[in-house]
């Protein structure tokens, strides 16, 4: 499957301008659409969904134009919005055999095996008897997904699913998301920039609507090779170092505090020539902070 976003401008009402001149290629795999809150991620997503009109420009899947060819567009996506609603005095099954009706399976057999099969694969057959009202958040976001794959859709379309997750929920989400996606084209947006390590086989990154990057995970961190530093330093020291350098972490230590800084090593020796900073291997955080020109401390 190839998704080709084309010169694709989104302007709200006062001239907001949410997606400026978007240009972007997806093919197989999980796609990672990486960006801060406001970036224009959302408004994307909702485009390629069918859900919300460019102002200009031109969206396809497959071949299809989300403007002229939307039920043909609709037959090949699964979603789950960031926001969705569920029914909390159904089980998990009602809920999804609800559903399954909605995608206009009327065969009880056939409704009951994908239904069934979507239980499996989302890991939520053990709870199948069990009212939604009842789920968890990260239960929640799974039967989401489960809705979202009953009609074994060809792109599958995820935004910020393991926001406000406690860690152990957002592996189980992202470790489901690196499964579903041997078979599809996913689209995972968020601003987590450890959900997008872990799963996605390509990214992109917004910025004020505007494509800021687009490639491989690898190629994101070679733009940092060799120029990334963790440096131990006495916190009275932080604010001058954060005037000069770029900071990409801060942890604490017995000494003090240490930071990782991406820097070139001409211009940390120039900056701070009494300290001393050993090389570390870069992280697509440390990569992300860099080309977004910001700082991980406020």
Same mark, same amino acid.
């Given at each position: 499957?190839?998704?080709?976003?084309?010169?694709?401008?989104?302007?709200?009402?006062?001239?907001?301008?949410a997606l400026d001149g978007v240009q972007m290629q997806?093919?197989?795999?999980?796609?990672?659409?990486?960006?801060?809150?406001?970036?224009?991620?959302?408004?994307?997503?909702?485009?390629?969904?069918?859900?919300?009109?460019?102002?200009?420009?031109?969206?396809?899947?497959?071949?299809?134009?989300?403007?002229?060819?939307?039920?043909?567009?609709?037959?090949?996506?699964?979603?789950?919005?960031?926001?969705?609603?569920?029914?909390?005095?159904?089980?998990?099954?009602?809920?999804?055999?609800?559903?399954?009706?909605?995608?206009?399976?009327?065969?009880?057999?056939?409704?009951?095996?994908?239904?069934?099969?979507?239980?499996?694969?989302?890991?939520?057959?053990?709870?199948?008897?069990?009212?939604?009202?009842?789920?968890?958040?990260?239960?929640?976001?799974?039967?989401?997904?489960?809705?979202?794959?009953?009609?074994?859709? /060809? @792109?599958? +379309?995820?935004?910020?699913?393991? &926001?406000?997750?406690?860690? !152990?929920? =957002?592996?189980?989400?992202? %470790?489901?998301?690196?499964?579903?996606?041997?078979?599809?084209?996913?689209?995972?947006?968020?601003?987590?920039?450890?959900?997008?390590?872990?799963?996605?086989?390509?990214?992109?990154?917004?910025?004020?609507?505007?494509?800021?990057?687009?490639?491989?995970?690898?190629?994101l961190l070679r733009s940092i090779a060799g120029k990334?530093?963790?440096?131990?330093?006495?916190?009275?020291?932080?604010?001058?170092?954060?005037? /000069? @350098?770029? +900071?990409?972490?801060?942890?604490? &230590?017995?000494?003090?505090? !240490?930071? =990782?800084?991406?820097?070139? %090593?001409?211009e940390l020796g120039g900056s701070l020539p009494h300290?001393?900073?050993?090389?570390?291997?870069?992280?697509?955080?440390?990569?992300?902070?860099?080309?977004?020109?910001?700082?991980?401390?406020?």
């Amino acid at each position: 499957m190839q998704i080709v976003i084309d010169h694709l401008v989104k302007t709200y009402e006062g001239g907001i301008r949410a997606l400026d001149g978007v240009q972007m290629q997806i093919g197989d795999g999980v796609f990672g659409l990486l960006g801060p809150n406001g970036s224009g991620k959302t408004t994307l997503m909702r485009i390629i969904a069918t859900l919300l009109e460019p102002t200009s420009g031109a969206v396809s899947i497959d071949g299809n134009d989300v403007r002229r060819r939307q039920s043909d567009v609709r037959k090949l996506l699964g979603y789950l919005p960031q926001e969705f609603g569920l029914y909390p005095s159904l089980t998990a099954w009602e809920f999804l055999d609800y559903m399954a009706l909605l995608y206009n399976v009327e065969d009880t057999r056939q409704r009951e095996r994908i239904v069934n099969e979507s239980l499996e694969r989302t890991n939520l057959t053990h709870l199948r008897d069990r009212k939604v009202g009842t789920f968890s958040g990260g239960m929640k976001q799974r039967l989401g997904i489960a809705q979202a794959i009953l009609n074994s859709p /060809k @792109l599958l +379309i995820v935004d910020e699913p393991t &926001s406000g997750l406690d860690p !152990e929920e =957002r592996i189980r989400i992202r %470790s489901l998301l690196a499964e579903l996606g041997g078979d599809r084209v996913i689209i995972l947006s968020t601003h987590i920039v450890a959900d997008i390590e872990a799963v996605a086989d390509s990214i992109g990154v917004l910025h004020l609507g505007k494509v800021k990057f687009q490639g491989t995970p690898e190629e994101l961190l070679r733009s940092i090779a060799g120029k990334t530093w963790q440096i131990e330093v006495e916190r009275e020291e932080l604010r001058q170092i954060k005037e /000069k @350098l770029q +900071i990409t972490g801060v942890f604490r &230590s017995i000494g003090g505090v !240490e930071i =990782r800084v991406v820097a070139a %090593s001409s211009e940390l020796g120039g900056s701070l020539p009494h300290i001393r900073a050993r090389q570390v291997e870069p992280t697509l955080e440390d990569a992300y902070i860099h080309l977004m020109g910001g700082s991980a401390v406020g």
